[in-house]
């Protein structure tokens, strides 16, 4: 009898002993074991050899990547606890696995125009920086419990503060790097205290278990349990940059060193999006009622301001170009939210939309960063009628620079950019929110204006200012090799999708969960 019992409540006691699979952690860990291993050669070399430090996180990320291939089957998991629930804390399925090739990707472009950059700035530093922001991002669309999810979120985004303020002595950069700390810290706070609010409801940090918990919550935890949901997906939005949390980005993008700015435009998108959606999706689903609409409502919010923002940006404006960049993903920002919001009112499968989209856009926005940083060579003012006969000059470089804009704009020979907005626009009319179909139509009109615009520019004849303080460009001045290889990477990338839109596309018709 006694026996009994015994073996009773041990078949019934959770297990605390977690095993490890190192493969399916290896991405993450590939950067993280980089980064510190930059660190300290930094501290050995000669400053004459500070650029070894580059190429080393290049292949670190390269190799991260590799480790991407053994897992695309999709079905490992890790740091588990066994019992009557079973739950695991890290989960390589296939959202995870897409979301880490994005961000692996966009890290190992951002580090190629990084190269040249980093002579003028700390190597070791910089290099370490952000390699432990992109390790941070890859662990964050793998992380199933609520704790890792907010370790993940700041391993991601503690560094990307120091990599805005790294250029020494410019007060541009140090006031962006402490708005958007200072912005960051009160977004983290808030969202920390939605988190203990649903750990308060719940009594537990699994994604999975938290679902099933507030499927039945007491009617005295209500209003706790909805206003933790509410204030956890303020912390997100302020890292997706919907409004009315996009205050920092256009003041950050300008003062950041360009490279941290496409990072910062691509991969911190990813994670603030990755992290909204496992928090919606997985864990809140029963709080559809409630995130549904307020999301629907961000989108809409976000992709105007975005939008009205860019057109008034003013050709002749200092780092214009950026600036417009800026606003643009804010507006991009509010098409990426459309899926998720219209997942609230249909099936999980919308959020690969969002997927689908995420991945264009990771794409065409790092090319468009790339011909920036090879105007700002010339033109260090980066305004963009510094853009003005650019055909003349560097004619592939103002075609590639004219087909991202159009695929941004979402029209021909850009096919991979309409494509994606019609996607995001099925999954709002497939979930019933035909008024956000017509706000996002709407806003994909004005946002032509603004690209087409900077498109002409490209091919007009260039116009000679007797007042410039800066040097023309120079038809011979040759592009360092990194930035060329980022330029071509992004180029034939984007061509390939466009030809072949269903090799992104796809994601937007399965369960990636």
């Known amino acids: 009898m006694t026996a009994a019992v015994v073996t009773t409540a041990a078949e019934s006691t959770t297990s605390l002993v977690q095993s490890v699979d190192w493969l399916a952690i290896a991405p993450p860990v ?54 009557p629930n079973d739950a695991c804390s890290y989960t390589a399925d296939h959202f995870a696995l897409v979301i880490q090739a994005l961000v692996l990707g966009g890290a190992l472009l951002t580090a190629l125009l990084s190269l040249d950059d980093t002579r003028k700035l700390p190597a070791g530093e910089y290099w370490f920086l952000l390699l432990s922001s992109a390790a941070g991002a890859a662990l964050l669309p793998a992380a199933r419990d609520l704790a890792t999810l907010v370790v993940a979120l700041e391993v991601a985004s503690l560094p990307a503060f120091a990599l805005v303020g790294i250029k020494r002595g410019d007060r541009r950069s140090s006031e962006a790097a402490l708005k958007f700390f200072l912005s960051s810290v009160v977004a983290t706070a808030v969202m920390l ?3 203990s609010f649903v750990y308060a409801t719940t009594g537990t940090m699994y994604l999975t278990e938290i679902a099933a918990r507030l ?20 912390g997100f939005a302020f890292k ?13 993008y300008v003062g950041a060193p360009l490279p941290i700015a496409a990072y910062l435009s691509v991969v911190g998108k990813a994670v603030g999006f990755s992290g909204l959606i496992l928090v919606t999706v997985i864990a809140f689903p029963s709080y559809a009622d409630v995130w549904g609409p307020a999301v629907a409502v961000l989108a809409a919010l976000t992709m105007t301001i975005g939008n009205v923002a860019a057109l008034r940006q003013s050709a002749t404006r200092a780092r214009s170009a950026v600036r417009l960049l800026a606003w643009s993903s804010v507006a991009q920002a509010g098409y990426l939210l459309v899926p998720i919001a219209a997942a609230a009112y249909s099936s999980d499968e919308q959020i690969g939309s969002t997927v689908a989209y995420a991945l264009m856009y990771a794409v065409v926005n790092l090319g468009a960063f790339a011909v920036a940083a090879l105007v700002a060579r010339t033109h260090p003012g980066n305004r963009i009628s510094d853009y003005r006969g650019l055909y003349a000059t560097r004619p592939l470089a103002a075609l590639a620079m004219g087909f991202f804009l159009l ?12 494509f994606a907005k019609v996607t995001v626009f099925s999954a709002a009319v497939d979930a019933g929110l035909g008024w956000l179909a017509v706000v996002m139509a709407i806003n994909v009109v004005i946002a032509l204006y603004y690209y087409l615009q900077w498109t002409a520019t490209l091919f007009r004849a260039p116009e000679a200012t007797e007042d410039s303080t800066e040097a023309p460009a120079e038809p011979g001045l040759r592009a360092p090799a990194p930035l060329t290889t980022a330029l071509v990477l992004t ?16 994601f937007a018709a399965v369960n990636l969960f």
């Open 30 to 83: 590939i950067v993280a074991t980089v980064a510190l291993g930059v660190l300290v050669a930094d501290l050995f070399i000669s400053e004459r050899h500070k650029p070894l430090l580059g190429y080393a996180s290049i292949a670190g990320l390269v190799a991260a990547l590799a480790f991407l291939v053994p897992l695309r089957a999709g079905d490992r998991s890790t740091f588990c606890v066994t019992g």
């Open 215 to 234: 499927d039945d919550v007491p009617g005295q935890f209500d209003t706790l349990a909805k206003a933790g949901v509410v204030l956890t997906l303020v």
């Open 193 to 195: 205290l939605g988190v």
């Open 491 to 506: 180029t034939v990338v984007g061509i390939v999708l466009s030809g072949a839109p269903q090799l992104v596309l796809r």
């Open 407 to 418: 695929c941004l704009a979402g029209l021909p020979p850009g096919i991979i950019g309409l």
């Open 240 to 252: 997706t940059a919907a409004a009315p949390f996009h205050f920092w980005v256009p003041d950050t």
